[in-house]
């Protein structure tokens, strides 16, 4: 399908996801991923920031507000809380945790699963995959849609994450 996958490998797309035991025959799948230069503790802590804002295109999805770039010390996210915020208000709600290792969350009949894997030289894996039910005729749409804003997400996470990374190193 057009737009399913940008930044994971092969074998990346045949992980087992917590979002593949939410949504039974999905006719929607899509992958996305991006190499970190931080230990897994850190980007997870970042991962755990999505519940304060997007962290995509925030013109977009977050009426301007920007999302934070100092992380917060929040608590491990637990099953039914908000899975994210656009413009202060929760959307969302957070489906299965793995602590320090995935979060998966629905939000507007899409689950997806962000998962930590480690590299083991200083590198983790940030993946991220959706998985859904849309309307016939939609999944391209949904999928292209998609992707430049989850795209915008991981990078601005990476970005953060070896940002905290650098500071506390030097």
Same mark, same amino acid.
């Given at each position: 399908?057009?737009?399913?996958?940008?930044?994971?490998?092969?074998?990346?797309?045949?992980?087992?996801?917590?979002?593949?035991?939410?949504?039974?025959?999905?006719?929607?799948?899509?992958?996305?991923?991006?190499?970190?230069?931080?230990?897994?503790?850190?980007?997870?802590?970042?991962?755990?920031?999505?519940?304060?804002?997007?962290?995509?295109?925030?013109?977009?999805?977050?009426?301007?507000?920007?999302?934070?770039?100092?992380?917060?010390?929040?608590?491990?996210?637990?099953?039914?809380?908000?899975?994210?915020?656009?413009?202060?208000?929760?959307?969302?709600?957070?489906?299965?945790?793995?602590?320090?290792?995935?979060?998966?969350?629905?939000?507007?009949?899409?689950?997806?699963?962000?998962?930590?894997? @480690?590299?083991?030289?200083?590198?983790?894996?940030? /993946?991220?995959? +959706? $998985?859904? !039910?849309?309307? %016939?005729? =939609?999944?391209?749409?949904?999928?292209?849609?998609?992707? @430049?804003?989850?795209?915008?997400?991981?990078?601005? /996470?990476?970005? +953060? $994450?070896? !940002?905290?990374? %650098?500071? =506390?190193?030097?």
């Amino acid at each position: 399908m057009l737009a399913d996958r940008w930044g994971v490998t092969d074998a990346e797309t045949r992980l087992v996801y917590g979002c593949d035991a939410v949504v039974a025959a999905p006719t929607l799948q899509a992958w996305r991923g991006v190499s970190v230069a931080a230990t897994p503790q850190v980007v997870w802590s970042w991962v755990k920031q999505i519940r304060l804002a997007p962290y995509s295109y925030d013109w977009v999805d977050n009426l301007g507000r920007r999302s934070p770039r100092v992380r917060s010390e929040l608590p491990e996210p637990r099953v039914g809380d908000p899975f994210t915020a656009s413009a202060g208000r929760s959307i969302g709600r957070v489906l299965a945790v793995e602590p320090g290792r995935e979060l998966t969350a629905e939000i507007l009949g899409t689950a997806m699963s962000y998962r930590i894997e @480690p590299v083991g030289d200083g590198t983790t894996r940030l /993946l991220l995959k +959706l $998985a859904g !039910r849309p309307p %016939r005729g =939609t999944t391209t749409l949904l999928c292209v849609g998609d992707l @430049p804003m989850a795209r915008r997400q991981l990078l601005n /996470l990476k970005d +953060l $994450a070896e !940002r905290e990374s %650098r500071a =506390t190193a030097g």
